[in-house]
């Protein structure tokens, strides 16, 4: 349905440049570990359904992610691990029955087009990845050498994978425009996830009482906010989302939620979690602990953007 190549994002929200990188940025990191690469290295996020890859030189591949079904001539191939490709092989990615996307890594990682110090595809700006587009029927790939490495035969833990849904529960901060109404009014039911989803954003079905205030002036925005448009229907912010907006946005998902962004998909349930700062840092200390154990379990440095 639509596959890009994506890295850890970029740093340039200065330039009004998005931040990108891949949805799900955990899926990235551990299937980077997997085969030796720097956990930022360039990979190729697939969403929904998935492409079929014929491999014309050995590899080394790991796909993280959502649980698609996936096979190699054939055969069934297994997530969440290393494996050998020979040349001649052909990867087949199938669909998902939950969850929307998985990061493919090939050791030594991507080749790509590096704009702003990141390889990750800006499908509006049409720049990074693979000619800032979608990859289609017919492209070529190809990633950095690296010396040859046995799969570890390690698999990673559940306990560590993204949530697929089908629903989702994220930790919000209350932002300045939080009002006491309006934090009840998003924090209280639960929202289905509608069709007007990408990696820009994602819009609920149901709506709140939007606020309104003609004085108000654009902010800054990031990925995770969730801003209220006069519709009142939420729009939680992506990777690929502008860097200055004028609705109002009175709530942010917290970083270690971030990845669940990666997987929503429509029909998907959802509800905002207010939590304090104190519980936000520690949510995400605990995940990058998490990470970097499984990093050093497999004996490879991590290199974090």
Not at 80 to 109: C, D, F, K, Y
Request: hydrophobic residues 45%; proline residues 10%; aromatic residues 4%.
């Amino acid at each position: 349905m639509q596959t890009t190549v994506q890295d850890a994002g970029r740093r340039a929200r200065a330039l009004g440049v998005a931040a990108g990188g891949a949805a799900d940025p955990v899926a990235l990191r551990l299937a980077n570990a997997l085969v030796g690469n720097p956990a930022g290295a360039a990979a190729l996020e697939v969403t929904l359904v998935g492409p079929t890859l014929r491999f014309d030189q050995n590899a080394l591949i790991s796909v993280c992610g959502a649980p698609f079904v996936a096979t190699l001539d054939g055969a069934p191939f297994g997530l969440w691990r290393a494996a050998a490709v020979r040349a001649g092989q052909t990867l087949a990615l199938g669909s998902t029955p939950r969850g929307l996307r998985a990061v493919l890594a090939v050791r030594g990682g991507l080749r790509a087009q590096t704009v702003f110090g990141s390889a990750s595809t800006d499908l509006r700006g049409g720049f990074g990845g693979h000619g800032g587009r979608a990859l289609v029927a017919g492209d070529r790939l190809t990633w950095e050498p690296a010396p040859p490495l046995s799969p570890p035969g390690a698999f990673i833990s559940p306990a560590l994978h993204t949530p697929p849904g089908p629903h989702h529960v994220l930790r919000v901060s209350a932002l300045p425009e939080a009002t006491p109404e309006l934090l009840r009014a998003l924090t209280t039911p639960v929202f289905t996830v509608s069709s007007q989803a990408d990696r820009m954003g994602l819009r609920v079905t149901e709506a709140v009482a939007a606020p309104h205030d003609p004085a108000r002036v654009s902010l800054p925005n990031v990925p995770g906010m969730v801003q209220v448009p006069p519709d009142g229907r939420p729009i939680v912010l992506g990777p690929d989302a502008g860097t200055h907006g004028g609705y109002p946005t009175p709530l942010a998902v917290i970083r270690a939620d971030l990845p669940r962004l990666g997987q929503l998909r429509p029909g998907d349930t959802l509800q905002f979690r207010a939590v304090d700062l104190s519980l936000a840092h520690a949510a995400l200390r605990e995940q990058e602990r998490a990470l970097r154990s499984v990093e050093a379990a497999l004996g490879w440095r991590h290199a974090h953007a």
